[in-house]
Nanobody, 125 residues
Framework: QVQLVESGGGLVPAGESLRLSCAASGRTFSGYAMGWFRQAPGKEREFVAAIGSTGTTRNYADSVKGRFTISRDNAKNTVYLQMNSLEPEDTATYYC??????????????????WGKGTPVTVSS
């Protein structure tokens, strides 16, 4: 079992930036892929970004590629999502995810995950 706690969400004007953090505990952090998903009201939860266990491999949804950057600090058991050039369409609750079994980005993007409770991000126009 893994516990994930997100922070850093809030209200921000379009064009500005936020950095989300996710602190993990309960399992060895460095061996597993991590990621971020988001869910807007009335929409399905969607993939945002994933990072492999060593931090050398990253994947992004097309909608955020070039604007968002995922990173991890294994010494701090923390994963980050730097969100730049935010748009109103980015408004959603953002969830941290930890793969239940895999070390590569595909495992967190497509496999079974542990989930945080989410942090809301609202981008005003």
């Amino acid at each position: 079992q893994v516990q994930l706690v997100e922070s850093g969400g809030g209200l921000v004007p379009a064009g500005e930036s936020l950095r989300l953090s996710c602190a993990a505990s309960g399992r060895t952090f460095s061996g597993y892929a991590m990621g971020w998903f988001r869910q807007a009201p009335g929409k399905e939860r969607e993939f945002v970004a994933a990072i492999g266990s060593t931090g050398t491999t990253r994947n992004y949804a097309d909608s955020v590629k070039g604007r968002f950057t995922i990173s991890r600090d294994n010494a701090k058991n923390t994963v980050y999502l730097q969100m730049n050039s935010l748009e109103p369409e980015d408004t959603a609750t953002y969830y941290c995810a930890a793969s239940q079994s895999g070390s590569d980005t595909a495992s967190v993007r497509y496999g079974m995950n542990y989930w945080g409770k989410g942090t809301p991000v609202t981008v005003s126009s």
